[in-house]
């Protein structure tokens, strides 16, 4: 039972350059999120899919794009990175409100 | 909107000794509460939920947290820390019906050998 799995665990890219983000969980969850987690300032939510072809804008959206083709998978873009996207980026899962998420691993992205 | 707070950054307490961790709230209607707990070069894990019921919630590793509606407070406890219990601990809320958790800042908490 993988639960949610993130890849790449590690990525350097310079600035300008384009990435995604792969995050996959086996649980059969509706609901899948990414958050960047930054020293000071807690978890924040960029983007988040209540169910597969869906995807909405959380609290910190601008520079990342995402998509859900596919139930288990949850994708995040960066078209064009920026040294400010240098983060720890969280994908999460959930059944819905009532029980709480499963976190992925991380990704910690370095932008140049 | 719904928010939370963590008033401390840091906790340090000596092992075997009380821990507490604050969280307070707000958020429309009824809330679930949740705290959880990340490692160094960890992913967040679960520690425990308030859903409804009884307003001491029992979690993994001997913690607890109490939900105080007119405080709107759920601190987490822990009668004995151990030096492993040294991390980030997060609370989170959500309202009732939704789909989107919000989380407080995280406070460190060191405990000392």
């Known amino acids: 039972n993988a639960g949610v799995t993130q890849t790449p665990k590690f990525r350097v890219l310079k600035t300008g350059q384009s990435m995604t983000l792969l995050c996959a969980q086996d649980m059969n969850h509706e609901y899948m999120y990414w958050y960047r987690q930054d020293p000071g300032m807690g978890l924040r939510l960029i983007h988040y899919s209540v169910g597969e072809g869906t995807t909405a804008k959380g609290e910190v959206p601008d520079g990342y794009n995402v998509s859900r083709l596919k139930k288990q998978n949850f994708l995040l873009g960066l078209e064009s990175a920026a040294p400010s996207q240098t983060s720890v980026y969280f994908c999460?899962?959930?059944?819905?409100?009532?029980?709480?998420?499963?976190f992925g691993s991380g990704t910690r992205l370095t932008v140049v | 909107a719904q928010s939370v707070a963590q008033p401390e950054d840091q906790v340090n307490v000596a092992e075997g000794n009380p821990l507490t961790v604050k969280c307070t709230y707000s958020v429309s209607g009824n809330p679930y509460l949740f705290w959880y707990v990340q490692y160094p070069n960890r992913g967040l894990q679960f520690l425990l939920k308030y859903i409804t019921g009884d307003n001491l919630v029992k979690g993994s590793y001997g913690f607890e947290a109490e939900f105080n509606k007119s405080q709107t407070s759920f601190h987490l406890k822990k009668p004995s820390a151990l030096v492993s219990d040294s991390a980030l601990y997060f609370c989170?809320?959500?309202?009732?019906?939704?789909?989107?958790?919000?989380f407080g800042g995280g406070t460190r908490v060191l405990v000392k050998p």
């Open positions: 989170a809320v959500n309202k009732a019906a939704g789909n989107k958790l919000t």
């Open positions: 999460a899962s959930s059944y819905g409100g009532l029980y709480g998420y499963t």
